[in-house]
């Protein structure tokens, strides 16, 4: 079992920047890929980025490539999201996930059994 914490939201104005980090507790946080989605009001939860633990790899949506950066620090159990050049269109509820067997990564949100609780992101025109 793993427990997952989301922070680092926040209302910003378009163009700024936010960082959200994820603190893992309950079991080895490093061994695992973290993942980050969104799911704005009314719309399907969506894949923004993940991490893989073993040679960090990373992997991004199209439509935050280039705009956001996600790292770990594996020390402090926690993985992060940077989020620069916000949009208003980036406006959604932020969570990250992890998946039940360590390297493991996709785009699709069921392969993610543990959640945190979300995180509101809110970028203003």
């Known amino acids: 079992q793993v427990q997952l914490v989301e922070s680092g939201g926040g209302l910003v104005l378009a163009g700024g920047s936010l960082r959200l980090s994820c603190a893992a507790s309950?079991?080895?946080?490093?061994?695992?890929?973290t993942g980050w989605f969104r799911q704005a009001s009314g719309k399907e939860r969506e894949f923004v980025a993940a991490i893989t633990w073993s040679d960090g790899s990373t992997y991004y949506a199209d439509t935050v490539k280039g705009r956001f950066t996600t790292s770990r620090d594996n020390a402090k159990n926690t993985a992060y999201l940077q989020m620069n050049s916000l949009k208003p269109e980036d406006t959604a509820v932020y969570f990250c996930?992890?998946?039940?067997?360590?390297?493991?990564?996709?785009?699709?949100?069921?392969?993610?059994?543990?959640w945190g609780q979300g995180t509101q992101v809110t970028v203003s025109s």
């Open positions: 996930a992890a998946p039940r067997m360590g390297d493991y990564y996709t785009t699709n949100s069921d392969g993610y059994p543990y």
């Open positions: 309950g079991r080895s946080f490093s061994r695992y890929t």
